[in-house]
């Protein structure tokens, strides 16, 4: 919340946002598409181990997939919140509308996405989206308001209601979600990106999106806190469920920064990574522009929605047919989501020769406004 509250001292008046949003979309691609590698590298390690932070192998690999779990896609939504935010000041008495449209689009297609891949999102953002639509109009102050009200709340859950209940860990399969009283708990407490916090990320992104992210000095604060903010959860981590909680003890939980479950401390680290990539690709994105970078994975960072399809229809069909799934290592699954982003970031520029906007993002622009 401290985060929030820092950048919201850097607002911007209308006008002078609809003039710079052209030069912040550099940087918010290059963020997108790096949160979209981050994605890519969690999942395939998740259907290749059939393992949530238990990846078969040791060493590298493992620590480093299992660093981005739960961050690259809580980096996703707060890119999101800043897309929500800044559409609301470029067309405002629209913004709710055509918000609400693209939740019923995107919870749609994330409910038909359930029926091959568990772990989907686009169903969550569904209702982020609706939440967020209804608080674009609130202050900052409220807003961080709400964003520690969520993390409130979940610890409250977490205390009073069974986190285990519908889920098979071993196999990473939830019974009962097709139920009214299955989807509504996965979906607000023990899912992959349940209701609370994660809406609290969106909403962070709605507050970045008021702040002058073109500056150099709102981009290294962006750095500075966020980096600062990993740090801090982590050493906090490190000491209360090493020398204060016992390690055998059942409030263990409560100090992680793992994702599941989405306790404080996960927040704050998950949004300060969330910060300190979307800082440095604000830092660097003139200088990916003049590289020719840019131009290369730029595509694929505006045409995340149809790669997050593909990457699960044709990405995990592929690991499927050649027998991959299951108890593969960490570093086979670094290896196979390496070769896919390679080749969906080659697709997507291929496509944006002759295409605006990727496959979904006509589709559901064309359906919804």
Known sequence: VSLVVL??????SGNVEMNHVSERLIGLDIARYFAFV??????FDVVMSISYGLQSDGGFFKEFIGQLQGRASAAFVVLAGIGLGLSGLKRESQAVNITIKRAIFLLILGLLNMSIFEGDILHYYAFYFLFGAFLLSFSNRVLVQIVGLLNVAFLVMMLSIDYESGWNFEELTYS????IDGFVRNLF???FHPVFPWLGFLLLG????????????VQIKLITWGLAAVLVSEVVSFVLSGYVIPADSELQFLVTTVSMPPMPL???AASGSACLLIGLCLLASERFRESGIYSLISPAGTQTLTLYIVHIVVGMGVIEALGFTGSQSSSKAFVVAMIFCVLATIFAFAWAQWFRRGILESLMRKLTG
């Open 176 to 179: 009962g979600f097709w139920t």
């Open 189 to 191: 407490f023990n899912g």
């Open 38 to 43: 981050g994605m890519v590298l969690v999942n």
């Open 206 to 217: 709605i507050v970045l999106s008021r702040t002058s992210l073109k500056d150099r000095h």
């Open 266 to 268: 996960y927040f704050l």
């Open 7 to 12: 950048f919201s001292t850097h607002p911007v």
